[in-house]
C-alpha cells in the first residue's frame, strides 16, 4: 500500500468528475452507490493504508509518494507529492471516515432533490479536496487543496441557490475566506522565496536556519491569517454561522470533518515555522481563546438550531487554536479528532429534528410543534445521538471522549503559564454545557417520545451513520494514551511550567457539570428559575449576542460602506475629466466651424470681407 | 480741367469697391455676382492708377494692365462655369450648389 494511499485522495475526485459528467443522466440509485461508493472504497483504502503504516512502523519515517512533477524554474521545483506521517494519517482517516458516515446519511436526507446527482458530484469533491490538503507533502499542492475546499464550500452553502439569502451566505463565505487565503498566498510566496522550496519537510528544516531574522514570525502570522479564515476564528469568523444555509449534511462536512479544521491542520503542519517564532504561539492561543469565549456567549442566545451549533463549533475550533497556541499540539488534533465525531453526530441529529419538523429550526417553534403533535414524531435515535453529541460536546468527564480531550487543551493552558486564556477556556467549557443543554432541554425535555417512524424510507441510511457515531463519540477519548504519543512523533512537545493543583485538575471537570444543572434550572419543564431566565432573554444585549457581537455591523461599517463610498467617488472617473475637457473644447470647435461652413458663397463673401475689416483696422490701429 | 485730388479719387475707388462688394453679397444671381466683382476689379485698378498719378510713376498703370488680364480671364472662366451652371441647375441662384456645404 506504500505506493497506493494516492488513491485515498483520487476516489473521491474520480468519483466527482464520474458525476459531474454522466450525474444528469443516471438514476437515483446509480447516483447514491457511486457518491457513497467512492468515499467507501477511499474509506477502505485508508484503512488499509492505516493497517500497513502501523504495521512497518518505524519511528518518525513517514511514507512520501511523488506522484509527477509540478512545474520547475530556475530556482523552484515544485512536485505533486503526497506524505503519509501520523499527523496526516490520523487526520485522513478522521476526514475519510466521518465524511464517509455523512454521505450515507446524505443519501437519505437529500432523497427527492432534483439535483441529487450535483450534491453527490460537490460533496464528493470537497471530500476529495480535503483529502488532498491533509495529504499533500507541498505547501502548493496543500494550498491546492484549500482552494477547493474553499470552492465547495461556496457551491454547497448556496446548493438551494434559488433563495437569494442561500446565494449570499454562499457569497459572503467565500469572499470573508478570501481574505484569510491571501495572507496565506502571500506566506506561500515567501517560503518560497527565503527557503527556495515548497516542499514542507525541506521547508521545515531550512526556515530554522533563518531563527534570528523576524522571518518565521513573519510567515507564521500569514499562515495564521490563512488559517483564521478557514477555521472562521476572529476576526474573520462572521461566515460561519451564515454558512448553515446551506443543507444539514453540507454543515456537517464544513463544520465536523473539513473546511473548519483546515487551519488547525495547517498550524499543525507548519510547526515548525510556529515554534520559531513565540509572538505567533501568543496570537494563535489569544485568537482561540477569544473566539471560544465569544463564540460560546452568542451560542447562548440563538434560537436557530443549526446556529447554536455553528457558534459551538467556532468555540471548539477555538480551543484547538488555543491548544496549538499554548504547545499542546497533540491535545488540539486529539480535541479534533472527537470534535469531528460529536460534532458530525449533533449536526445529523439535527437535521433529522427539522425535516421531521418540516424545515422548522428554532428551537421554541419545535417544542411548541411537539407538544402540540402536530409534526412527525422525533425518532429515538435522534433524541440519544443528540443527548450524545450534545454531552460530549459539553464535555461530560469521564463518560465522554470530548472531556478528554478538552481538558488536556485546558490543563496544557494552566502548565504552560497562560493563566488568562486557561479562565477564558474555562469560562468556555463551564458555557458549553449550559448552551448544549438549553438546547436540549428546550427540544427534548418533557415533550413526550413518540414511536419510531420517520415518514420516508431507507430508515438505515440514518439509523447507522446516527448510531456509529455515538459510539465513537463516547469511545475515541479512551484511546488518548495511545493518539498523544502517535501524534507527538511528529509534533513537537513542550515541557510543563508550571505544576497542576487539584482544583485546576478538577475544575474542567465541574464546570460543565455546573452550566449543564444551570440549564437544566433554566430550562427544564419545572424550571425554578423563571425569573432568571427572562432577564436573560429581555437583557439588552441579547440581540447583540444573538447577532454574535454585532461583528457584521462593525465591517459594514469599517468596510464596507468605506468601499462603496469610495466606489461612488471615483465611479465618474475624476482623473478622466482632463481627457474629457479636451475632447469638449473640440467637439466645441468642430461645432462651430462645421455649422459656418454652409455652402452659400454670400456668406462666405460676408465673413472674408469682415475678416478683411477687422485685419485691417487691427493694422491701422495698433 | 483742374487735376484731381488724391482724396477725392480715393472716396470714389472706395465708394465703387463697396458698391461692388454689396452686390456680391446680396444678388443671388450668378451674372450679377460676376459683375459686381468686375466693378470691384475696377475699384483696385482706379486706386492704382491715382496712385500712379500721385508719385508720377507709370508702376500704377501697370498694375492696372495686370488686372484687366486677369479680369477678362476671370470672365471667360467664369462665364463658362455660369453656362455649366444653369445647365446643372436650371437656375443661376447661387445658394441652389450648396448642397455639399462647400
Request: glycine share 10%; hydrophobic share 60%; proline share 4%.
Amino acid at each position: 500500500m506504500e505506493n497506493l494511499f494516492f488513491l485515498i485522495p483520487a476516489l473521491p475526485i474520480l468519483g466527482f468528475i464520474a458525476l459531474a459528467l454522466f450525474g444528469r443522466r443516471m438514476s437515483a440509485g446509480a447516483i447514491r452507490t457511486m457518491g457513497v461508493g467512492s468515499i467507501g472504497f477511499s474509506l477502505l483504502c485508508a484503512l488499509a493504508s492505516a493497517g500497513q503504516f502501523l504495521n512497518a512502523f518505524q519511528a518518525g519515517r513517514p511514507w512520501v509518494q511523488t506522484l509527477w512533477q509540478w512545474f520547475a524554474v530556475p530556482g523552484l521545483a515544485v512536485s505533486v507529492s503526497l506524505k503519509l506521517d501520523s499527523l496526516s494519517l490520523i487526520m485522513a482517516l478522521v476526514v475519510v471516515f466521518v465524511s464517509f458516515l455523512i454521505h450515507v446519511y446524505s443519501a437519505w436526507y437529500m432523497d427527492g432533490d432534483e439535483e441529487y446527482g450535483r450534491f453527490f458530484a460537490w460533496m464528493n469533491l470537497f471530500t476529495g479536496a480535503m483529502l488532498t490538503l491533509v495529504l499533500a507533502g507541498d505547501i502548493l499542492l496543500l494550498y491546492l487543496g484549500w482552494e477547493g475546499v474553499g470552492l465547495c464550500s461556496y457551491l454547497l452553502i448556496g446548493f438551494w441557490y434559488k433563495e437569494p439569502a442561500n446565494a449570499r451566505a454562499a457569497i459572503k463565505a467565500f469572499i470573508v475566506t478570501r481574505v484569510g487565503d491571501t495572507a496565506f498566498l502571500i506566506g506561500l510566496f515567501l517560503i518560497a522565496l527565503k527557503t527556495g522550496t515548497l516542499d514542507i519537510a525541506q521547508a521545515s528544516t531550512s526556515i530554522g536556519a533563518m531563527k534570528a531574522s523576524g522571518l518565521p514570525t513573519l510567515i507564521a502570522m500569514l499562515l495564521l491569517g490563512g488559517a483564521v479564515g478557514k477555521s472562521a476564528q476572529l476576526p474573520l469568523q462572521t461566515w460561519l454561522p451564515d454558512a448553515m444555509a446551506g443543507p444539514t449534511p453540507v454543515s456537517a462536512l464544513i463544520h465536523a470533518a473539513t473546511m473548519v479544521t483546515a487551519g488547525v491542520y495547517l498550524i499543525a503542519r507548519m510547526n515548525a515555522f510556529f515554534v520559531l517564532s513565540p509572538v505567533a504561539m501568543e496570537a494563535v492561543a489569544a485568537i482561540g481563546a477569544l473566539t471560544l469565549f465569544l463564540a460560546a456567549v452568542s451560542a447562548l442566545f440563538q434560537t436557530d438550531i443549526k446556529r447554536m451549533l455553528a457558534y459551538s463549533t467556532m468555540s471548539q475550533i477555538g480551543y484547538m487554536f488555543l491548544g496549538l497556541g499554548v504547545g499542546a499540539w497533540s491535545a488540539s488534533l486529539f480535541h479534533f479528532m472527537t470534535h469531528a465525531f460529536f460534532k458530525a453526530l449533533l449536526f445529523m441529529s439535527a437535521g433529522v429534528i427539522i425535516k421531521a419538523m418540516h424545515e422548522e429550526h428554532d428551537i421554541f417553534k419545535i417544542r411548541k410543534k411537539l407538544l402540540s403533535g402536530t409534526a412527525f414524531p422525533v425518532p429515538p435515535i435522534a433524541f440519544w445521538s443528540f443527548l450524545t453529541g450534545g454531552a460530549a460536546l459539553a464535555a461530560l468527564p469521564f463518560i465522554t471522549s470530548g472531556a478528554y480531550s478538552k481538558d488536556m487543551i485546558i490543563s496544557g493552558a494552566w502548565t504552560s503559564g497562560h493563566v488568562w486564556v486557561w479562565a477564558l477556556a474555562l469560562a468556555g467549557s463551564f458555557l458549553t454545557g449550559l448552551y448544549t443543554f438549553r438546547v436540549f432541554f428546550t427540544v427534548f425535555a418533557g415533550t413526550g417520545q413518540s414511536v419510531y417512524s420517520f415518514g420516508g424510507k431507507r430508515n438505515l441510511l440514518v439509523l447507522i451513520p446516527l448510531a456509529v457515531l455515538s459510539v465513537f463519540s463516547v469511545v475515541a477519548g479512551y484511546i488518548k494514551s495511545n493518539i498523544i504519543p502517535f501524534l507527538g512523533m511528529v509534533l513537537p512537545a513542550v515541557a510543563p511550567v508550571k505544576g497542576e493543583p487539584f482544583i485546576v485538575y478538577i475544575a474542567p471537570m465541574l464546570l460543565p457539570l455546573i452550566g449543564i444543572a444551570l440549564a437544566w434550572l433554566l430550562y427544564s419543564p419545572r424550571a425554578k428559575a423563571t425569573a432568571l431566565k427572562a432577564w436573560a432573554e429581555a437583557a439588552p444585549l441579547s440581540g447583540f449576542f444573538l447577532r454574535g457581537w454585532d461583528f457584521d455591523r462593525l465591517y459594514d461599517f469599517l468596510i464596507i460602506r468605506p468601499y462603496k463610498f469610495a466606489g461612488r467617488l471615483i465611479q465618474t472617473d475624476p482623473v478622466d475629466l482632463i481627457y474629457s475637457l479636451i475632447a469638449v473644447i473640440s467637439g466645441l470647435f468642430h461645432f462651430v466651424l462645421g455649422t459656418s461652413q454652409t455652402g452659400k458663397i454670400r456668406l462666405y463673401a460676408a465673413l472674408i470681407g469682415i475678416g478683411t475689416a477687422i485685419i485691417i483696422t487691427w493694422a491701422v490701429l495698433f | 480741367m483742374a487735376p484731381v485730388s488724391i482724396d477725392n479719387g480715393l472716396m470714389v475707388a472706395w465708394a465703387l469697391f463697396v458698391l461692388g462688394f454689396i452686390g456680391v453679397l446680396v444678388r443671388r444671381d450668378l451674372v450679377f455676382v460676376l459683375m459686381s466683382i468686375e466693378v470691384m476689379l475696377n475699384a483696385a485698378g482706379l486706386a492704382f492708377i491715382l496712385a500712379g498719378a500721385k508719385w508720377g510713376k507709370p508702376d500704377g498703370q501697370v498694375m492696372f494692365i495686370f488686372i484687366l488680364a486677369t479680369a477678362a480671364a476671370e470672365v471667360a472662366l467664369g462665364l463658362g462655369l455660369v453656362l455649366r451652371f444653369h445647365h446643372k441647375f436650371k437656375t443661376l441662384d447661387t445658394d441652389a450648389a450648396s448642397k455639399m456645404r462647400g
